[in-house]
């Protein structure tokens, strides 16, 4: 699916995995993460994001933890 945003979505995008081939392309990364029950790294913290657990049980696990 061609993109053309995806210069303008890599300058904010905040996925750190290594090689991603979705990488700035937001409606292919929403519909992947989206298939395999997952959020996009993008709706993580940034430290959060670097665990690579995109399960939709962490995301609650971390925002049920905020005060």
């Not at 995806?6 to 995995?17: E, F, M, R």
């Not at 993460?33 to 399960?55: I, K, M, Q, V, W």
Request: charged share 25%; aromatic share 14%; proline share 6%.
């Amino acid at each position: 699916m061609p993109c053309d945003n995806v210069k303008q979505n890599c300058a904010v995008c905040t996925c750190t995995y290594p090689g991603c081939s979705r990488k700035g392309k937001c409606c292919e990364c929403v519909a992947y993460h989206r298939a395999h029950n997952e959020l996009p790294g993008c709706f993580f913290p940034r430290r959060e994001e670097a665990t690579y657990d995109r399960s939709y049980e962490y995301f609650a696990h971390i925002f049920s933890e905020r005060d």
